[in-house]
């Protein structure tokens, strides 16, 4: 079927699953039966691709009725009419319960009044607390583009204006041009090239991204649209501040984050600062690490906004952070561009935190080199106020691998 059709054509609503996650902490305290009936209330979150779709939980530590004193009572709430399908479980437990529910504007509360026992939960606290996460699904038909057919209202109007891509060309024309983007209009009424010329020389896209670009703009039919293309047309209109074109694409439900498409979004999102979008990036990369990584599109990507998600996602603040984070992860191209600047030449400075890092991932030759430049600077090293605030293993095993060393020096 095609991105756009006549207006008189009613297409049947698309169904895309949404889905969420939010986690709630038990205080030990709370169970006790005197306070049944007591509730508390997770924020209220939005539901994107939802028109104004918002959920929240309320959860009874101590039971929601009389007869459920004993057990904590979870209900899930929405603010109109939605299908779900929602699993709660108790964090590092087997403990899970999955229910599916079809909401309505009568009905917007739905949950298990004995979702566990005080007798199960209670050996899983830890330091009087329990942490329990509902993650959820809703079955959403997202809002419609209205496509109106701007090609046919000027076919009578000669073309005055083209895009050049190499030896392609996308022909347009300057009046409607000027109408949807204030940078081609400044550029139409002012004394430059392209206004003489009749011709914007293009570089930084290529000719599909371009005409399909102008194209949606006169809202000519299209042949379905791919995460990817679109993308490529968010890139051209941003550029260009065609801001309608870019509000609509940005609803579009191929945009959901996923590991296939995330790479070209997260591309858009940085290189035009859109930032909800990032933020949304930043929590998928959190949740999807190991499906991205393993993309060949992630490898790909810019090394600095590589290092950027990391950071953002994981809530990294320095480089060294980020080495030792892609070094447990096997993110090896990060590895291998972060690791050499980073740790050579080993300094009194940063000898504390790369024994740290060759520790803790394990980077054998690095050990190596960590016993040698204390064995060297011995007197130095257990001088300094960092080394002696290292955890006592990494302190004792940077010293047990000097003496080794030292020993097989001596041998020799």
């Not at 004993?70 to 709430?77: A, P, Q, T």
């Not at 080199?369 to 001088?383: H, I, M, P, Q, S």
């Amino acid at each position: 079927m095609n991105a756009a059709s006549d207006l008189s054509t009613a297409p049947a609503k698309q169904v895309v699953t949404i889905t969420d996650s939010i986690s709630f902490t038990i205080n030990e305290t709370d169970l006790p039966e005197n306070k049944n009936g007591e509730f508390f209330e997770t924020q209220k979150r939005a539901v994107s691709c939802s028109s104004g779709l918002h959920y929240w939980l309320k959860y009874y530590p101590a039971g929601w009725l009389e007869n459920n004193k004993n057990f904590v009572s979870v209900f899930l709430w929405i603010n109109k009419a939605v299908k779900t399908k929602w699993t709660v479980v108790v964090d590092g437990s087997s403990i899970s319960r999955t229910f599916t529910y079809e909401f309505t504007n009568e009905k917007k509360s739905w949950g298990n009044c004995e979702y566990a026992s005080h007798v199960q939960l209670r050996p899983l606290f830890h330091d009087g607390k329990l942490t329990m996460t509902c993650n959820i699904e809703f079955k959403i038909s997202p809002p419609a583009i209205t496509v109106p057919r701007n090609c046919q209202l000027f076919y009578h109007v000669p073309m005055d204006v083209e895009f050049v891509i190499g030896s392609e060309r996308v022909p347009a024309h300057k009046s409607f041009l000027s109408l949807i983007s204030p940078v081609l209009q400044a550029m139409f009424t002012h004394d430059t090239v392209e206004s003489k010329s009749g011709e914007i020389e293009i570089t930084e896209f290529d000719f599909d991204t371009v005409k399909t670009a102008i194209d949606f703009c006169y809202r000519r039919e299209l042949d379905t649209l791919s995460a990817e293309t679109t993308v490529g047309i968010l890139h051209f209109c941003d550029k260009y501040l065609i801001t309608p074109v870019v509000n609509e694409l940005e609803k579009l439900p191929l945009l959901i984050l996923s590991a296939e498409n995330f790479c070209s979004i997260f591309q858009y999102a940085y290189d035009c600062n859109r930032e909800s979008l990032l933020t949304a990036c930043y929590n998928c990369f959190k949740k999807h690490q190991d499906e991205i990584k393993a993309t060949e599109k992630f490898a790909k990507l810019p090394l600095t906004l590589v290092i950027t998600v990391l950071k953002a996602a994981f809530d990294i603040k320095t480089d060294l952070e980020v080495l030792c984070h892609a070094s447990k992860n096997d993110i090896n191209f990060v590895v291998n561009y972060l690791e050499k600047p980073l740790i050579e030449p080993i300094t009194l400075e940063n000898f504390s935190a790369v024994a740290t890092y060759a520790w803790d991932c394990s980077r054998e030759e690095l050990k190596q080199a960590c016993a040698k430049y204390f064995n060297d600077n011995r007197d130095e090293v257990l001088d300094s106020e960092a080394f002696h605030m290292l955890p006592s293993d990494i302190v004792g095993n940077v010293q047990k691998a000097g003496y080794v060393l030292k020993r097989r020096r001596n041998v020799i």
